[in-house]
């Protein structure tokens, strides 16, 4: 895993629509619903989820045989611009996701950033982050 | 297991120890040699990197030596990737809905 920014996950897609329609999407239970895990092999998602900053949400996926169940709190909501909320499963707890909307040519970026370490200390030192420690374990592989 | 490993990885000098292990083995006094705090103060970041597994310490005599184990790490990067796939998932299905309820 080679990573120059120092996070360790991040993803962003650009879609073709206004900042409006994206972020009703991203916070619209009913419509989370059909996007969340709506996948094609029998999957569905049920989403309670009180968008506002302090507000909570639970999220549960349903496999045929399984939930898998997924809840946090909104940590900070800027209509059409931001969504930032913690992420607890069952394998971590209190990591923070966090949504910004960009104009950019073609549409809307929507980038998504994982954190898993949200407690750590600001400083960022690069040479010392912990995305290093992954770049050293991909080294001895 | 995978929070005591991204508990102990969420200091930077954790991470700076693990990264100078996994250079080479090292004794406690030669791990502590470039910090400035006193030994007690690495031993207690030693305890933490130990409880996750990320170390394993042997003793010989009255040194003690500090070696890496890479087995948390390759836990931490596989959920990474899971959760990387995962996110990618939902913004490729997100952008089918919009576009989608777009035609409609």
Same mark, same amino acid.
């Given at each position: 895993?080679?990573?120059?920014?120092?996070? @360790?996950?991040?993803?962003?897609?650009?879609?073709? @629509?206004?900042?409006?329609?994206?972020?009703? /999407?991203?916070?619209d239970?009913?419509?989370?619903?059909?996007?969340?895990? /709506?996948?094609?092999?029998?999957?569905? @998602?049920?989403?309670?989820?009180?968008?506002? %900053?302090?507000?909570?949400?639970?999220?549960?996926?349903?496999?045929?045989?399984?939930?898998?169940?997924?809840?946090?709190?909104?940590?900070?909501?800027i209509?059409n611009?931001?969504?930032v909320? %913690?992420?607890?499963?069952q394998?971590?707890?209190?990591t923070?996701?966090?949504?910004?909307?960009t104009?950019?040519?073609?549409g809307?970026?929507?980038? *998504?950033?994982?954190?898993?370490?949200p407690?750590?200390?600001?400083?960022?030192?690069h040479?010392?982050?912990?995305? @290093?420690? *992954?770049?050293? *374990? /991909? /080294?001895?592989? | 297991? !995978?929070?005591s490993?991204?508990?102990?990885?969420?200091d930077?000098? =954790? =991470?700076?120890?693990?990264?100078?292990?996994?250079?080479? &083995?090292?004794?406690?006094n &030669?791990?502590? #040699?470039?910090? &400035?705090?006193?030994l007690?103060?690495?031993?207690?970041?030693? #305890?933490?990197?130990? #409880?996750?597994?990320l170390?394993?310490k042997?003793?010989?005599? =009255?040194?003690?030596?500090?070696?890496?184990?890479?087995?948390? !790490?390759? &836990?931490?990067?596989?959920?990474?990737?899971?959760?990387?796939?995962?996110?990618?998932? =939902?913004?490729?299905?997100l952008q089918?809905?919009?576009?989608?309820?777009?035609?409609?």
């Open positions: 895993m080679s990573q120059s920014n120092e996070h @360790a996950l991040e993803v962003s897609k650009i879609i073709d @629509a206004d900042k409006a329609s994206i972020f009703k /999407a991203l916070t239970n009913n419509i989370m619903e059909k996007w969340f895990f /709506a996948g094609p092999d029998g999957w569905s @998602a049920t989403v309670e989820a009180d968008v506002k %900053t302090g507000g909570s949400y639970k999220i549960d996926m349903h496999s045929q045989e399984e939930t898998y169940s997924h809840h946090g709190e909104y940590k900070e909501v209509d611009e931001k969504i909320f %913690t992420w607890n499963s394998a971590v707890s209190d923070v996701v966090t949504i910004t909307l104009d950019v040519e073609g809307i970026e929507v980038k *998504l950033v994982h954190d898993f370490m407690n750590e200390e600001m400083k960022t030192n040479t010392n982050g912990w995305t @290093a420690i *992954l770049d050293r *374990l /991909a /080294a001895n592989i | 297991m !995978l929070d490993t991204l508990y102990a990885l969420s930077s000098t =954790r =991470r700076s120890i693990l990264l100078s292990l996994a250079e080479k &083995e090292q004794t406690v &030669e791990i502590a #040699k470039p910090y &400035e705090m006193s007690a103060a690495v031993s207690k970041h030693l #305890k933490v990197l130990e #409880k996750a597994n170390i394993t042997t003793k010989e005599g =009255r040194t003690i030596t500090c070696k890496m184990n890479y087995g948390p !790490l390759t &836990e931490v990067e596989a959920l990474i990737n899971e959760y990387k796939h995962f996110w990618e998932s =939902r913004l490729t299905e089918q809905f919009i576009e989608q309820s777009k035609k409609d």
